[in-house]
């Protein structure tokens, strides 16, 4: 399986995270995303359904097309790619069709570095969403398959984000990243998926009277219950040797990330490059 090589690391990034569904990108990965931007890297997103079971009150083609265009101010707002691939919310599965359908944007994309969902989530989307970019990885370099979308010439380094699940392994951090800076905007972005963060998601956890009706006062409200609870501290049992709590003593906020055995392997040789502001810890 050919390794990316040095040289492709050593000029501007294609970032590529591939969620379940439209804010997942937002939630898991939205601080790092804007550490990459920072330094004038190209972030993508692709998410693997259009989302079109996310609420209680709309669905159907009014949904996917109201989340389609959250993702596109998203994508506006931050400057990135935003990908949705036309499938139903809550029915995916990691068929050759949608594998398929991953390679394409995959291939198009041509990313360094891609993110997605460990196998082992909550949401049966998440787990399909993780097999096929593991059912991809490999082939995204065989020639006869999607013979007429150019192959990649090299496999991608693919890492997992964050999750909070034991079985059969807890989450690993390989990488962490300090987001303290820009957890508002990573806020910001993530407020506009509006039919999400202050609709679906509050009606189905149950604290939908909590949301403040007034368009200024629900984003404070946000910034103060999203995210708050990504401290360093939880991973203090798993840190490697020379690191220490005191490392992490000014990050507020962070991502952390796993790495895959498929794709390209996240090394020594090849993590400062991927991940420039990252706390190595492997
Ligand atoms: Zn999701």
């Known amino acids: 399986m050919p390794d990316i090589p040095d040289k492709e ?26 550490r990459y931007l920072q330094l004038g890297h190209s972030v993508n997103y692709l998410t693997t359904t259009n989302g ?6 709309l669905g159907g083609g009014a949904l996917a097309q109201r989340r389609y265009n959250e993702t596109q101010a998203v994508a506006k707002y931050l400057g990135i790619n935003y ?4 499938n139903h919310d809550g029915e995916l599965q990691a068929t050759i069709e949608n594998r398929k359908q ?9 990313p360094h570095l891609i993110v997605t969902h460990r196998p082992n ?3 049966a989307d998440h787990r399909q969403t993780s097999l096929l970019v593991q059912d991809a990885a490999y082939l995204l370099c065989v020639p006869n398959v999607l013979p007429l979308t150019p192959r990649l010439e ?5 890492v997992y984000h964050q999750d909070h699940f034991t079985k059969p392994e807890p989450f690993t951090p390989d990488v962490i990243v300090d987001i303290t800076d820009v957890i508002d905007r990573k806020i910001e972005a993530l407020s506009l998926h509006e039919s999400q963060v202050y609709e679906w998601i509050p009606f189905i956890e ?5 949301v403040p009706t007034d368009t200024g006062e629900r984003l404070a409200w946000l910034k103060t219950m999203w995210g708050r609870t990504a401290l360093v501290t939880q991973f203090t049992s798993q840190l490697k040797p020379g690191l220490s709590s005191e490392t992490f003593k000014n990050v507020q906020f962070m991502e952390a990330f796993e ?24």
């Open 154 to 158: 090299y496999n991608p380094v693919i």
């Open 9 to 34: 690391l050593q000029g501007k990034l294609r970032i590529l995270f591939i969620g379940a569904h439209p804010d997942d990108a937002d939630i898991q990965f939205g601080g790092t995303a804007l």
């Open 102 to 110: 991953v390679i394409k944007v995959i291939r198009e994309v041509r």
């Open 52 to 57: 079109d079971a996310g609420h209680h009150l």
């Open 83 to 86: 990908f949705v691939l036309d």
């Open 121 to 123: 989530d909550y949401h």
């Open 259 to 282: 790495r895959c055995e498929y794709g390209s392997r996240l090394t020594h040789a090849n993590v400062n490059q991927l991940f420039p502001f990252g706390v190595v810890n492997f």
């Open 206 to 210: 149950g604290f939908l009277d909590e």
